[in-house]
């Protein structure tokens, strides 16, 4: 079986719509401009250009979207995490690459603002590479299942398998179920699959990752995260106060909280999750986080690959060094961070603004540099310092800048995977800095059950 890129969303189940509307495509179009109303109501009332950015944005990622026939994938992911948030079931802010999406984020797949925290579609659909898009979708303990059980009743265990992959052990393969991965398509697509039988006697696909889309799979990731529970319990406590209390919730709180920023400054950030080690205790005092960009690049950098940058970015945010840029350019992308590439978008921004790469050609050329033998990179480097010095540039300052991408391909971590995970923490934060009582009694309840990432 050899299914093409563009046949794939054709072996999922047909999405039910509504009877006003003939395809998928005309559907997420309509979605999502109901979401863009309620997502940007600030921006629409304040100022006419804001608002046409939005739409802008939100008609070119739908186009692509339209093109690639992927408009049934979002829809059947809309709908499952749509129905867990009608069903108070914690939400998580999506994992992976699909923050990047205005669309996602209109039709509430995900809770992040792509344009607030400078997230670039094509890191998640690039359509120079074809991507087939991922979700990760983080959920409570309580409600993983739950939300699994609704995809297996509306689509039909025949068309739902849970995903095992293969692990190499010392002389041959065995199976080992991924802890989240569910595989939805169409019966006749899963009956030409291997199926093994799990200890629960369910049927799972047996296919390797990097051969799904072969057999015209896509792999969904229902992940489980115990700060979702943590916060939820937190938050149901607050409410027992009343009065002011009796509404709160987490997704109201203000991102420039001083108790908040003083539990990360102090290192105070036992139960924070990513930000408990003794490692990272060390450098948030030594960092003294202001923002939320700082700890987004604090959360990236405390990486094995990336460590090594964590002296100049904790310097020169300190100003005890100088932030120097190889040309001004480079100012505009890697001043949020300090003057230190570490996040693959800002990768992407320096070939497209100083090489002039579409953003899409710019993702392609990092993951060349990442595989590509030696000669290989030696031809993207004569290609990208042509064009950078027919915009320009002097040759010495283009082979600057391509040896910056060079040694920061491999390195550079995925921003919107950092934001998600930040913004958790942060909320986690938050409610430990404000509310030290109910936060630690919900901590308790919930200490006995290990977090799936």
Same mark, same amino acid.
């Given at each position: 079986?050899?299914?093409?890129?563009?046949?794939?969303?054709?072996?999922?189940?047909?999405?039910?719509?509504?009877?006003?509307?003939?395809?998928?495509?005309?559907?997420?179009?309509?979605?999502?401009?109901?979401?863009?109303?309620?997502?940007?109501?600030?921006?629409? #009332?304040?100022?006419?250009?804001?608002?046409?950015?939005? #739409?802008?944005?939100?008609?070119?990622?739908?186009?692509?979207?339209?093109?690639?026939?992927?408009?049934?994938?979002?829809?059947?992911?809309?709908?499952?995490?749509?129905?867990?948030?009608?069903?108070?079931?914690?939400?998580?802010?999506?994992?992976?690459?699909?923050?990047?999406?205005?669309?996602?984020?209109?039709?509430?797949?995900?809770?992040?603002?792509?344009?607030?925290?400078?997230?670039?579609?094509?890191?998640?659909?690039?359509?120079?590479?074809?991507?087939?898009?991922?979700?990760?979708?983080?959920?409570?303990?309580?409600?993983?299942?739950?939300?699994?059980?609704?995809?297996?009743?509306?689509?039909?265990?025949?068309?739902?398998?849970?995903?095992?992959?293969?692990?190499?052990?010392?002389?041959?393969?065995?199976?080992?179920?991924?802890?989240?991965?569910?595989?939805?398509?169409?019966?006749?697509?899963?009956?030409?699959?291997?199926?093994?039988?799990?200890?629960?006697?369910?049927?799972?696909?047996?296919?390797?990752?990097?051969?799904?889309?072969?057999?015209?799979?896509?792999?969904?990731?229902?992940?489980?995260?115990?700060?979702?529970?943590?916060?939820?319990?937190?938050?149901?406590?607050?409410?027992?106060?009343?009065?002011?209390?009796?509404?709160?919730?987490?997704?109201?709180?203000?991102?420039?909280?001083?108790?908040?920023?003083?539990?990360?400054?102090?290192?105070?950030?036992?139960?924070?999750?990513?930000?408990?080690?003794?490692?990272?205790?060390?450098?948030?005092?030594?960092?003294?986080?202001?923002?939320?960009?700082?700890?987004?690049?604090?959360?990236?950098?405390?990486?094995?690959?990336?460590?090594?940058?964590?002296?100049?970015?904790?310097?020169?945010?300190?100003?005890?060094?100088?932030?120097?840029?190889?040309?001004?350019?480079?100012?505009?992308?890697?001043?949020?961070?300090?003057?230190?590439?570490?996040? #693959?978008?800002?990768?992407?921004?320096?070939?497209?603004?100083?090489?002039?790469?579409?953003?899409?050609?710019?993702?392609?050329?990092?993951?060349?540099?990442?595989?590509?033998?030696?000669?290989?990179?030696?031809?993207?480097?004569?290609?990208?310092?042509?064009?950078?010095?027919?915009?320009?540039?002097?040759?010495?300052?283009?082979?600057?800048?391509?040896?910056?991408?060079?040694?920061?391909?491999?390195?550079?971590?995925?921003?919107?995977?950092?934001?998600?995970?930040?913004?958790?923490?942060? #909320?986690?934060?938050?409610?430990?800095?404000?509310?030290?009582?109910?936060?630690?009694?919900?901590?308790?309840?919930?200490?006995?059950?290990?977090?799936?990432?």
């Amino acid at each position: 079986m050899n299914i093409d890129i563009y046949e794939l969303p054709n072996c999922l189940p047909d999405f039910e719509l509504p009877k006003e509307y003939e395809n998928s495509d005309k559907y997420i179009r309509h979605l999502t401009a109901e979401g863009l109303e309620k997502r940007y109501k600030k921006e629409k #009332q304040e100022g006419k250009t804001a608002w046409e950015n939005i #739409q802008k944005r939100a008609k070119y990622e739908l186009d692509i979207i339209g093109k690639l026939n992927y408009s049934n994938i979002f829809l059947i992911v809309a709908d499952y995490v749509n129905w867990a948030i009608e069903h108070n079931i914690p939400v998580g802010y999506g994992i992976g690459t699909s923050p990047s999406s205005i669309v996602s984020y209109a039709l509430r797949i995900n809770n992040i603002c792509p344009i607030k925290y400078g997230l670039i579609f094509e890191r998640f659909i690039n359509v120079e590479r074809l991507d087939i898009p991922y979700f990760g979708i983080e959920f409570s303990i309580e409600g993983q299942e739950k939300v699994i059980n609704y995809v297996t009743d509306k689509y039909g265990k025949e068309c739902v398998k849970k995903y095992i992959f293969y692990m190499r052990g010392v002389s041959q393969y065995y199976h080992v179920e991924h802890p989240s991965g569910i595989i939805i398509g169409k019966k006749s697509i899963l009956e030409k699959v291997p199926l093994y039988k799990d200890t629960g006697n369910i049927d799972a696909t047996t296919i390797k990752y990097t051969e799904l889309g072969k057999y015209g799979l896509i792999r969904f990731d229902f992940f489980i995260d115990k700060t979702l529970d943590i916060i939820k319990h937190t938050e149901e406590l607050i409410r027992r106060k009343k009065g002011e209390y009796s509404n709160f919730s987490v997704e109201n709180i203000c991102e420039n909280d001083s108790n908040t920023f003083n539990i990360f400054k102090e290192g105070n950030t036992d139960n924070i999750y990513l930000f408990e080690s003794d490692g990272i205790k060390i450098v948030l005092k030594q960092a003294k986080p202001d923002t939320m960009k700082d700890l987004i690049a604090l959360n990236t950098l405390y990486r094995p690959e990336l460590k090594a940058y964590i002296p100049q970015f904790v310097d020169t945010k300190n100003g005890v060094l100088d932030i120097t840029y190889i040309i001004p350019e480079l100012e505009e992308i890697l001043k949020e961070t300090y003057g230190v590439l570490i996040y #693959q978008e800002q990768f992407m921004l320096i070939a497209n603004k100083v090489a002039g790469y579409s953003l899409g050609k710019a993702d392609n050329l990092r993951r060349k540099l990442i595989k590509s033998k030696i000669e290989d990179c030696d031809k993207e480097k004569i290609c990208f310092i042509d064009n950078v010095v027919n915009r320009g540039f002097s040759k010495e300052k283009s082979e600057e800048v391509f040896e910056l991408l060079l040694n920061c391909a491999n390195i550079a971590f995925n921003k919107s995977h950092s934001v998600a995970y930040t913004l958790i923490a942060y #909320q986690a934060a938050y409610l430990k800095a404000n509310f030290l009582k109910e936060y630690e009694e919900a901590c308790n309840e919930y200490k006995e059950h290990d977090t799936i990432d």
